[in-house]
């Protein structure tokens, strides 16, 4: 047969490798060119391709290779890049949602309440705590008593513009000091605050009078308060027929809040922090138990 990777030369006989079976014999050709050829760059490229490349296992981790590459740094890469901009996505859409619109989206939600929940332990944990539940002169922001109201648009605007901030549309509403400025005299005080810790069944101060402070209480405060002592989220003024104290139940200490008046001060924070970020605070308060 002739050698056809070597078309010159002559049929060289009819070399064989000394197999046989059943009369056919195996003949010894050189393998072609061609082929080993290949076989030679494929070598070389393995080569090449474990310096290049990462390639070996070590006892601990690998051969990194002179490029460098790694399949996975390119995946989390991509995967960052796709979360970034699933967040700006994201974040937008809760700049342009209501809060109602963002409580309807179970997404849109667990976004918000991701983000509020950081938000609040950088900017509203200093003083309502890091659980939000507040302390003396800071409300707790996980009950259900509000003194500006507890759905998530009122808390929306509270967070927005805050109370006695010095923004345009804070809340307003101070309380009189009504001892300091002489509206009332020292016994009228004792005997109004006297009367207002009776509403929760509270000892009042030693010796005043509740029935006069009934009186006192009509015409002073229950303008504010109501009539029944039950607050009124339009004015600020706290219900103060419950259990609930902002600036303490013992006797001295409602005296002085009658005496002097409080006057809490909650910034605004339109302007200071960006409207999804403010959505999300509004959202993230409203479900920490006490939303209405
Ligand atoms: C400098 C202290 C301070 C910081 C910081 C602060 N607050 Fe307040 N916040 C107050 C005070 C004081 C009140 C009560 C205002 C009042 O007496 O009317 C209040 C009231 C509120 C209320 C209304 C509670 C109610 O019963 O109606 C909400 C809601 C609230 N804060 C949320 C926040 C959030 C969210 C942040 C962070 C972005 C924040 N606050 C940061 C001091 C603060
Ligand atoms: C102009 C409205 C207004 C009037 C009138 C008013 N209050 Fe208030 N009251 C408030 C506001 C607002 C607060 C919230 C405290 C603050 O200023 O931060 C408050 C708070 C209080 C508190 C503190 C409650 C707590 O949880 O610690 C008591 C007690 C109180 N008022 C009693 C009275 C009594 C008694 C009178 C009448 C003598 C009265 N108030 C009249 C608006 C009013």
Redesign the pocket.
């Known amino acids: 047969m002739a050698d056809t990777a070597n078309p010159g030369t002559p049929p060289a006989g009819p070399e064989t490798t000394g197999h046989e079976w059943d009369g056919i014999a195996e003949y010894n050709n050189p393998l072609p060119r061609w082929w080993l050829y290949g076989l030679y760059a494929t070598i070389i490229w393995a080569f090449g391709y474990w310096i290049a490349y990462p390639a070996w296992p070590l006892v601990s981790g690998y051969t990194g290779g002179l490029l460098g590459y790694s399949q996975r740094a390119t995946v989390l890469g991509e995967v960052a890049a796709v979360r970034r901009e699933r967040d700006a996505r994201g974040q937008a859409q809760l700049a342009s949602a209501a809060v109602a619109e963002i409580r309807a989206d179970p997404a849109l939600l667990r976004l918000a309440l991701a983000t509020g929940k950081a938000a609040f332990g950088d900017n509203c944990a200093g003083c309502h705590g890091s659980a939000a539940t507040g302390r003396q ?1 800071y409300p707790n922001l996980q009950d259900d008593e509000w ?1 500006w109201g507890g759905t998530a648009e009122a808390i929306e605007r509270t967070i927005r513009f805050g ?2 901030s010095g923004h345009g549309e804070a809340h307003v ?4 000091a ?1 001892g300091r400025d002489g ?2 005299t020292r016994a009228e ?1 004792e005997a ?2 006297s ?2 810790l009776s509403l929760s069944g509270k000892p009042g101060v030693a010796g005043a009078k509740p029935d006069k402070g009934a009186e ?2 009509a015409g ?2 229950a ?3 109501g009539e029944a002592g039950k607050g009124n989220p339009e ?6 027929s419950d259990a ?6 013992a006797p001295e ?2 005296v002085a ?2 005496t002097n ?4 001060v909650m910034p605004a924070w339109e302007g200071r922090l960006d409207p999804a970020t403010i959505k999300s605070l509004a959202v993230y308060v409203h479900s920490l138990g006490g939303g209405k």
């Open positions: 002169g003194l109370a006695r509403g101070d309380m009189p009504f509206i009332l005080v109004v605050a009367y207002v006192v209480f002073n405060c303008g504010c308060h004015m600020g003024a706290p219900n103060l609930i104290w902002l600036y303490g139940s200490q409602v809040t009658v008046g409080r006057k809490g």
